[in-house]
């Protein structure tokens, strides 16, 4: 039986698409091709395990056993040396990758604390990048037995050609897109703050180590 979200691709969000962009054949109409879950691990220089702890929730989290990247090259003011485990990552694809969407999509981002929605901000290409604060928000992981709090980014990669199918792609499959006017009534705000009272807060649709989604 084919993933729930790969079912509702093919029969309402296709259809959907074609009719909305005047696309002749179901094979232009784009679709993900894959999702790359990464995890840049603070502390790694410092600690080695980082990477084995984080790699480990990784795989919890996705089903697939993670690679690990290594730094490239030498950094001395970061103790940073050349093939240096820095971080873990999973590149997701078929079945695995529309379960994890699914899953993310109507599990995990409702699970998020105050949570108003990602934002739509596209690579140009097509292709779409959200971070996640914490590794807490996936019912995978065991509260009980992390041993460090580790945010990630999550890329969709699609066939879209421009950000506008890529959009309109996600958001029918449920990507949960903020209204349009939030982003601009938020840095109203903003501005409207004492400069003593600003605080930093983690903003939805940035890199990893936000505290809400992206």
């Not at 084919?2 to 074609?18: A, D, G, N």
């Not at 999702?35 to 790699?55: F, H, L, P, Q, R």
């Not at 995990?108 to 290409?125: E, T």
């Amino acid at each position: 039986m084919p993933p729930r979200l790969k079912e509702k691709y093919r029969s309402q969000v296709i259809p959907k698409l074609k009719e909305r962009f005047s696309i002749q054949n179901d094979l232009a109409v784009p679709t993900l091709t894959k999702i790359v879950v990464n995890m840049g691990v603070s502390g790694a220089v410092e600690n080695k395990s980082k990477v084995d702890a984080a790699a480990k929730d990784l795989a919890a989290i996705t089903g697939q056993l993670p690679t690990i990247r290594k730094a490239k090259k030498n950094i001395s003011n970061f103790k940073l040396r050349e093939q240096m485990p820095i971080g873990c990552a999973v590149t997701l694809r078929s079945t695995r990758m529309w379960e994890f969407a699914d899953r993310l999509i109507s599990i995990v981002l409702p699970r998020i604390r105050d949570f108003r929605g990602v934002k739509d901000r596209l690579d140009g290409r097509g292709n779409y990048t959200l971070g996640l604060g914490e590794q807490t928000v996936f019912p995978e992981i065991e509260l009980d037995k992390i041993e460090f709090t580790q945010g990630m980014d999550i890329t969709f990669v699609t066939t879209a050609k421009t950000d506008e199918l890529g959009y309109a792609l996600l958001k029918e499959l449920g990507m949960p897109f903020q209204p349009a006017g939030t982003v601009a009534a938020e840095k109203v705000k903003k501005k409207r703050r004492k400069p003593a009272a600003d605080k930093p807060a983690a903003e939805a649709g940035t890199p990893q180590g936000a505290s809400q989604a992206s």
